[in-house]
């Protein structure tokens, strides 16, 4: 499993330079820089994904990466709350908030 989320984390880091509008339209606006945020997030998730695969960064990416889903929870709660993604259903856009909390106790399983 841990190559699975290690797997899920790199693809989705590298979807932030492939489609990046998704991600610019899912930030808060009061959060500032978004490209640069998006680029960030998407850089973090590829380091600390890949940096689960080896034992002596094991840890240290698991932490980074609880970190990682607490820090874009806010474009969570943006997406489900907002008008601007009618296209997602609303069940969908809010069942992804718990999931960031799923996320984050499989990130702790690597600890």
């Given at each position: 499993?841990?190559?699975?989320?290690?797997?899920?984390?790199?693809?989705?880091?590298?979807?932030?330079?492939?489609?990046?509008?998704?991600?610019?339209?899912?930030?808060?606006?009061?959060?500032?820089?978004?490209?640069?945020?998006?680029?960030?997030?998407?850089?973090?998730?590829?380091?600390?994904?890949?940096?689960?695969l080896f034992?002596?960064?094991?840890?240290?990416?698991?932490?980074?990466?609880?970190?990682?889903?607490?820090?874009?929870?806010?474009?969570?709660?943006?997406?489900?709350?907002s008008d601007?993604?009618?296209?997602?259903?609303?069940?969908?856009?809010?069942?992804?908030?718990?999931?960031?909390?799923?996320?984050?106790?499989?990130?702790?399983?690597?600890?």
């Open positions: 499993m841990m190559y699975l989320l290690s797997l899920l984390m790199i693809l989705a880091g590298i979807f932030h330079f492939v489609k990046p509008k998704f991600f610019l339209a899912i930030m808060p606006p009061y959060i500032p820089a978004h490209q640069f945020m998006v680029a960030l997030s998407g850089v973090a998730e590829v380091i600390l994904g890949a940096g689960l034992d002596n960064t094991r840890s240290w990416a698991a932490w980074g990466l609880i970190a990682l889903f607490v820090a874009v929870f806010p474009a969570n709660i943006y997406m489900a709350t601007k993604f009618k296209q997602f259903p609303k069940w969908i856009l809010y069942a992804r908030l718990p999931l960031q909390f799923a996320l984050m106790a499989w990130a702790h399983s690597y600890v």
